[in-house]
């Protein structure tokens, strides 16, 4: 039985809330994982382990974290048209936050609470196809 | 009535790293530019998203009978006795029939002194009945795989302890493991001691291995080891662009600190002298470092502050530089922030380009290429610089060594937790 | 300090002077048959955090840790921002790291011989099975950098390992940083989870430590937490800081157990300070060892043995003992000192000594 957006919604905001140790209502689907709810680098990987065991599924860092690794690592040159390409699929990332634009070590700020709700979303019925196909 | 300021120097020097188990190949590696990362071979690694590593081939462990078990406990005691035993024979300390109750030791050493069927034979079958923790069966499990003095070597300093009493020191003893920070951190530890009259030399260093399978997956795990299996002596590139995380090494290094009035009486070779030392703490959050270096700016200020001297004398800094973004941009700043508008003049390089990270051990290995670089006033490059990171734009002595005027140079330190150690060391000649 | 007797000094000595113990045999399900223990029962350290989020990260040993200097802080009356971070350091003497073993165990539950046997089998089930947290929860050095992080201390941090005299060599330490003008104030003292069961078992192999000619001692592993503030007297005074005892300098050297204790009594001698009692640290067996303390000391002090009470907190141990120690010297009409001692698996030695009282 996959969940519906609202019940993953429900269980990310939970899971976010315990891993940042914030109230349940400072956790939005807008919150920025970084600047609202004070991530640092290791409470992404806590976050991915504690997704992983509560919707028993595998979880690449690449893709809940939309490649902004990826980004990241990318050479200067290449950068404006992957952002271009990033805004297109991600509208939801607070790109307002960055009126005069993003830079590297700005990516994984972009990240949100609803990046997670949006990737279970996808990733679960992939996931339960998979099973099922067996 | 307060005596003069007691000096610190360095007497003796025992490394055993990658590619290289004696002083003179260690340098002239580094200086050839030469890196000791390869594929690993210790165990299998095909599980592991990183299998690459600086490791100590052919070790031959002078002690067969306390040495390395099959099931990989012993490791990190061997390396250091290897280390002490050459610090301890290139000093000629012993020779000279010091009061050996003013002669300590000093080490710090890493968490892997259990072996792995010893870990894992009883954790699991404690859980192997589900949920809840089967001491009966833990118990049952851990006799049938314990290997001997496991109790000493749940700590450090057993290995402290019996090195000393290995060569008859009856001083002071105790080990330190601000993991990272570790190996400067015992050096100036020892100073310490010297300078307060605690002892007149001790025998200051640190040993490690993190390589075995649970070590390495515990780094594999925080996501901090390069992934660049296809390219291992290229994988290791401090303030590189391409640079995606540290390469695990292991090895050991000692130094026999002395106080210098002790060395001089007995007509010791002083190798450089320890003109300061410096510990602090980020304080800001558990791993990352503070954006702007704050920890490692205080611990390299205090180091020049005991040592007396301005930051325009520092003539090379070996930097912790361990190929990961966070640190290497982090302690650019901080290198800017103590330097000022002189930082782009002073020559910065890793070692860890070439020898990778010998976590507890890299403090002590990398003071002692520090040493070296005083005595051959040569500077190792940073290897693998190729394309810096716009953010690291300091003078890293990209891939080539090259002849410098040092003076006074700075070995830094820095750990996961914030912990930061910085150490002034002054060439001897000066 | 936190103990298995309880949080804070007074409610230590309180239960203390009550008689009672917090050795206990093992209930089921909480160790081997037959052994005793005197554990510290889980509590909410959130009050002691002020940055809860590093909870999450912090294993028991750093929970005591951080809310024994958080209350040393508050006791010290420098709570609110008295403290110039720049110039507090830290140092706590803490033994190995437990390794959680029932985290490791979940992971290869049941295959103990797959795990040794098949690597890449092993490396999957971590891999993907193991809070990737475990490294920095287990790193023992993590200990101080918690109490730096949740008291806002940058200056010197360290940790000590030297088995069971480093909780008392950390305070060692922290006090000659500040003699030599590094600090201004150091958060010292010893931090242990000693109920775990990789302490367990290797203490279980092999003959009994402690044991010492022909009364061997038993071994009642413990958890315990004891961080002091020290500071510069000069400071201290100037702000009217209550003052429970001054910490001499360690003279002698420091693996010379007569060395150590005869340099002790002639600065006790030189200041003219009666002592009152020592706490030897090695569970107080009558063997030839201990002949130094009567020998050096003689018949004058009283012997106390706080390992009866609270189970032996391994590094941490004698600095619990510090603590108690030090509440001796209050309302001393007298220049009074008391001597605490720690000894090692190895047989190491430390100790120091309080001086107090009216001057």
């Known amino acids: ?109 972009l990240l949100t609470v609803r990046t997670i709700v949006d990737f279970l979303e996808r990733a679960l019925p992939e996931a339960e196809d998979g099973h099922a196909g067996r | 009535m307060p005596a003069a300021r007691r000096r610190v120097v360095v007497t003796g020097m025992g490394v055993l790293a990658p590619g290289a188990a004696d002083l003179a190949t260690f340098w002239d590696r580094l200086e050839a530019g030469v890196s000791s990362v390869g594929p690993i071979r210790r165990f299998d690694v095909s599980g592991y998203p990183s299998r690459i590593a600086a490791e100590i081939d052919g070790f031959r462990d002078e002690d067969p009978r306390d040495g390395i078990d099959d099931d990989g406990a012993g490791r990190i005691e061997a390396y250091a006795r290897a280390a002490v035993d050459a610090a301890l024979a290139d000093s000629a300390l012993e020779a000279a029939t010091p009061d050996r109750s003013r002669v300590g030791v000093l080490l710090a050493a890493g968490m892997g002194s259990y072996g792995h069927r010893e870990v894992f034979g009883p954790s699991a079958s404690a859980r192997a009945g589900g949920d809840g923790f089967d001491w009966r069966a833990f118990f049952a499990a851990a006799r049938g795989t314990i ?4 109790a000493e070597r749940r700590t450090p300093g057993s290995i402290a302890t019996r090195i000393a009493a290995r060569h008859g020191l009856t001083g002071p003893v105790m080990a330190v493991m601000t993991a990272c920070a570790a190996g ?68 050991a290094g000692a130094l026999v600190l002395e106080e210098r009035e002790h060395a001089s009486r007995r007509g010791a070779r002083i190798r450089a002298e320890i003109a300061g030392f410096g510990s602090a703490c980020d304080a800001y959050r558990v791993t990352d470092p503070h954006p702007e270096g704050r920890g490692a700016v205080r611990a390299m200020r205090s180091a020049l502050s005991e040592g007396g001297i301005d930051a325009s004398r520092i003539g090379y800094i070996n930097a912790h530089g361990t190929s990961t973004v966070a640190n290497d941009r982090a302690e650019t700043r901080a290198i800017r922030a103590l330097l000022g508008s002189g930082a782009e003049r002073v020559p910065v390089s890793s070692t860890k380009s070439m020898i990778g990270h010998l976590t507890v051990a890299a403090g002590a290995v990398e003071a002692i290429a520090t040493v070296l670089t005083l005595e051959r006033q040569r500077i190792h490059p940073t290897i693998n610089l190729t394309s810096p990171d716009p953010e690291c734009d300091l003078d890293y002595v990209p891939n080539r060594s090259r002849r410098a005027s040092v003076e006074y140079a700075l070995s830094n330190s820095f750990a996961f937790g914030g912990q930061c150690a910085s150490l002034l060391l002054r060439g001897a000649s000066a | 300090m936190v103990t298995p007797l309880g949080r804070g000094l007074a409610a230590n000595l309180e239960a203390l002077s009550s008689g009672r113990s917090a050795v206990a045999p093992a209930g089921a399900g909480e160790g081997p048959p037959g052994w005793k223990f005197a554990g510290v029962p889980d509590f909410d350290a959130r009050p002691y955090f002020r940055v809860p989020k590093a909870i999450k990260l912090a294993d028991r040993r750093t929970r005591m840790a951080v809310a024994a200097a958080s209350m040393a802080v ?87 390992m030297t088995d069971w005299i480093a909780g008392l060599q950390a305070i060692e330490e922290g006090a000659e940083w500040i003699r030599s003008g590094e600090a201004d104030a150091v958060l010292a003292g010893g931090a242990e989870a000693g109920v775990l069961p990789f302490v367990m078992s290797s203490y279980a192999q092999g003959e009994r430590p402690g044991a010492a000619g022909d009364a061997p001692s038993e071994l009642a592993l413990a958890d315990g937490a004891a961080i002091f503030v020290i500071e510069d007297e000069g400071r201290a005074r100037a702000r009217a800081a209550r003052i429970y005892g001054e910490i001499l300098p360690s003279s002698g050297s420091g693996g010379q157990e007569t060395g150590c204790l005869e340099a002790i009594r002639a600065e006790l001698g030189r200041r003219g300070a009666k002592l009152l009692a020592v706490s030897r640290g090695d569970g107080g067996s009558r063997s030839a060892r201990d002949d130094a303390w009567a020998r050096v000391f003689g018949e004058g002090p009283e012997i106390v043995d706080y390992r009866p009470a609270l189970g032996h907190a391994l590094a941490a141990s004698a600095a619990i003992d510090a603590g108690l120690m030090l509440a001796r010297l209050r309302g001393a009409a007298e220049p009074s000192a008391v001597v605490c001692g720690a000894r090692g698996y190895l047989g190491q030695f430390a100790a120091l000594a309080f001086a107090g009282g009216a001057a």
């Open chain 2, 184 to 251: 400067t951190q015992a050096l100036g530890d020892a100073a310490r001691w010297i300078r307060r009259g605690k002892a007149d030399a001790v025998v200051a260093g640190a040993a490690d291995s993190e390589l075995y399978p649970m070590g390495l997956a515990s780094f594999c795990l925080l996501g901090a080891l390069s992934t660049r299996c296809d390219d291992p002596s290229g994988a290791s590139r401090p303030f590189d662009r391409g640079r995606d995380g540290f390469v695990i090494g292991e090895g």
């Open chain 1, 1 to 109: 039985m996959i969940p519906s957006r609202a019940e993953i919604e429900d269980r990310v905001r939970t899971i976010v809330s315990e891993a940042l140790d914030r109230p349940a209502a400072e956790v939005r689907e807008e919150s920025s994982l970084i600047d609202d709810l004070g991530a640092e680098s290791i409470d992404f990987l806590d976050l991915v382990f504690r997704l992983e065991t509560a919707f028993g599924i595998k979880i690449p860092e690449d893709r809940i974290w939309a490649g902004s690794q990826d980004l990241a690592d990318a050479p200067e040159e290449e950068m404006a048209e992957r952002l271009r390409r990033l805004r297109a699929e991600r509208p939801a990332f607070r790109w307002d936050r960055f009126p005069d634009g993003v830079r590297k070590e700005d990516l994984p700020r």
């Open chain 3, 74 to 160: 508050e006791d010290a009356g420098l709570a609110a921002g008295g403290l110039d971070p720049e110039r507090l350091g830290v140092v706590v003497g803490t033994s190995g790291s437990d390794l959680q073993a029932e985290e490791l165990g979940r992971a290869v539950a049941g295959e103990g011989e797959r795990a040794a046997a098949d690597i890449p089998w092993f490396a999957d089930r971590i891999l993907s099975g193991l809070n990737p947290l475990w490294l920095v929860v287990n790193l023992p050095n993590m200990v101080s950098a918690h109490v730096a992080i949740q008291l806002d201390a940058q200056g010197p941090n360290s940790a000590v």
């Open chain 2, 147 to 150: 290997r001997p003095r496991a």
